[in-house]
Each structure stands twice: as C-alpha cells, then as structure tokens.
T-cell receptor, first 117, second 113 residues
C-alpha cells in the first residue's frame, strides 16, 4: 500500500530536549516536505527536499533541521524544542514539484501531535 | 496580507444542500489550484486539481477557477454527512527550478443529517 508514515504520532516533551520525528514514504517520490498546522494559520511549510541531499527552507524553518540521506526518509529534528513549537506536524511527498501538473499531488502522512512543556 | 485567504467557517448545512467553498489569492503567478479534504485526526488528501482558469467536475464536486478575479471555488452537490471535514485550498506557481505550494487556512464544513 502506497503511504507516508510518521512516528511518533503523539509526543509530549519538555523545553530543550532534542527530538526527532521520522517520516518515510514507499512511493519512490523525489519531493518531500514538512508542514506544521496551527488553528487559524493553516498548513505552513517548514522545510522541503527536492531529492537526496537537496533541502531548502520553507516559510517557517526557525528551530528545525532536516536531512535527506535516503530517498524514502525525511526526518524532522528539533534540536532545542520550545513551547511555540507545540503543533500538529505533517510530512508529505510527491512525485515531483516541477510544475508539471498532477505530479504535484502531495500525499500526506497521518500527522504527529507535539506538545512542548 | 496573506497570499491565500479562506473563510474558516464553521459552515453547517443540511444534508442534500449545495455547498460553496471559496478562496481568494493575491499572487497572479499561481497556476495550479487544488482542494484538499482533511477528516478529523487525519492528514489532508487531494480532492480536486485544476490548472489555470475554468471548471472541472468530478462526481458531486466541481472546482472553479477565475484567475481574472483571483478567486477559486469548490462546489459540493447533494452534500452527505460523510462530506463533513475541513477543506483546504492550495495553489502553486513556478519559481526558477522549484515550485511552492501555499495552503489556505481551511474551512470546517458540517453536514447535518
């Protein structure tokens, strides 16, 4: 089954304690992205990756890091989490993002709900 | 000003009604317009996709794009309780070698049986 998986689904942590949220896709997609979703603000892009070893900042990258060492995996790292990073996080992937129409269809993971105390 | 504006709702209508969901945008470079549906505690899933101006129909759903007015709509005919979800508009343009997708904040829709 084609899917995007995220782990963990729920996480409660304390300020300053490093954490990693994993994301994996089994569709051989080139493009992967991380979003956070907050009430009234919708989905905002944190980081994206066009392919292995190619990453770039989205709209709200502060406080986050990513890496893309393999095509299928795109972990999100919070080196020193703060309460303003409490949010619902989604990983997404698509075949490409080259402006070729349907290839831009993004498949989303189930979400990771993070609470930073 | 946000690049994409979407009425957050909530919008509550009786079963069988026609629903109209809308977004406005400011960036004239947007060329691809999408509607995602998000059920509670789930990730968004693509519902409709259109390129440039015009209409696209898929079953009970019709997506409409008016680039001259910078306005897009999603119509749901014969609405069902299973249509209750948050609907997010999204749009993208091409900047050099990479595209960027901007999402609206979502409209929460409830269909009353």
């Amino acid at each position: 089954e084609a899917q995007v998986t995220q782990n963990p689904r729920y996480l409660i942590t304390v300020t300053g304690k490093k954490l990693t949220v994993t994301c994996s896709q089994n569709m051989n997609h080139e493009y992967m992205s991380w979003y956070r979703q907050d009430p009234g603000l919708g989905l905002r892009q944190i980081y994206y990756s066009m392919n292995v070893e190619v990453t770039d900042k989205g709209d709200v990258p502060e406080g986050y890091k990513v890496s893309r060492k393999e095509k299928r995996n795109f972990p999100l790292i919070l080196e020193s989490p703060s309460p303003n990073q409490t949010s619902l996080y989604f990983c997404a992937s698509s075949l490409s993002l080259s402006g070729q129409g349907a290839k831009e269809t993004q498949y989303f993971g189930p979400g990771t709900r993070l609470l930073v105390l | 000003q946000k690049e994409v504006e979407q009425d957050p709702g909530p919008l509550s209508v009786p079963e069988g009604a026609i629903v109209s969901l809308n977004c406005t945008y400011s960036n004239s470079a947007f060329q691809y317009f999408m509607w995602y549906r998000q059920y509670s505690r789930k990730g968004p899933e693509l519902l409709m996709y259109t390129y440039s101006s015009g209409n696209k129909e898929d079953g009970r759903f019709t997506a409409q794009v008016d680039k001259s007015s910078k306005y897009i709509s999603l119509f749901i005919r014969d609405s069902q309780p299973s249509d209750s979800a948050t609907y997010l508009c999204a749009m993208s343009a091409i900047y050099s070698s990479a595209s960027k997708i901007i999402f609206g904040s979502g409209t929460r829709l409830s269909i009353r049986p």
